[in-house]
């Protein structure tokens, strides 16, 4: 007999939405490695009190994760910011779909933009690609199959 672990039960759905900390302890690591001094360009090139309006939008299909982490690089940039999302984790994405919209400091959302892009890029595209194999097990008619992660994981 082995002393292999169980798996964890099925889920089915989307997770919990992740506690305001566990977001906060990525995104301003994250966001401290992209700036490092700060945003050359912005502080030099964006007057200080200059707004400025952001759309995230979709380039092609998918499915969207991430957006919760995507809009608190924003606020942890401005938290004077106005976030809004138009879309949902889990929800699939076509292409020119307006996903989320934020206003304020031009010179926080150029600072945020590439940390937030980085995350809602990487998670919508691990779910996508899970999606899709969840999708080919179901048509090859594969039940019960689970889909499961591997220890193969990003740094950080």
Same mark, same amino acid.
């Given at each position: +007999?082995?002393?292999?672990?169980?798996?964890?039960?099925?889920?089915?759905?989307?997770?919990?939405?992740?506690?305001?900390?566990?977001?906060?302890?990525?995104?301003?690591?994250?966001?401290?490695?992209?700036?490092?001094?700060?945003?050359?360009?912005?502080?030099?090139?964006?007057?200080?009190?200059?707004?400025?309006?952001?759309?995230?939008?979709?380039?092609?299909?998918?499915?969207?994760?991430?957006?919760?982490?995507?809009?608190?690089?924003?606020?942890?940039?401005?938290?004077?910011?106005?976030?809004?999302?138009? +879309?949902?984790?889990?929800?699939?994405?076509?292409?020119?779909?307006?996903?989320?919209?934020?206003?304020?400091?031009?010179?926080?959302?150029?600072?945020?933009?590439?940390?937030?892009?980085?995350?809602?890029?990487?998670?919508?595209?691990?779910?996508?690609?899970?999606?899709?194999?969840?999708?080919?097990?179901?048509?090859?008619?594969?039940?019960?199959?689970?889909?499961?992660?591997?220890?193969?994981?990003?740094?950080?």
């Amino acid at each position: +007999m082995t002393n292999t672990p169980a798996l964890p039960l099925p889920r089915r759905g989307l997770p919990p939405p992740l506690e305001l900390e566990c977001i906060d302890a990525v995104v301003r690591p994250a966001l401290a490695e992209d700036t490092g001094a700060g945003d050359l360009t912005s502080l030099h090139a964006v007057p200080v009190v200059s707004r400025a309006r952001a759309t995230l939008v979709a380039k092609r299909p998918g499915v969207l994760a991430g957006l919760a982490v995507f809009l608190r690089a924003f606020e942890l940039c401005d938290p004077t910011c106005r976030v809004e999302a138009l +879309m949902a984790d889990g929800d699939a994405l076509h292409k020119g779909a307006r996903v989320a919209t934020i206003e304020g400091s031009a010179r926080a959302l150029l600072t945020a933009e590439r940390t937030a892009l980085n995350f809602v890029q990487r998670l919508s595209g691990v779910a996508t690609l899970t999606a899709r194999w969840v999708l080919i097990a179901h048509e090859a008619g594969m039940q019960p199959v689970r889909i499961l992660d591997t220890r193969k994981t990003t740094p950080g």
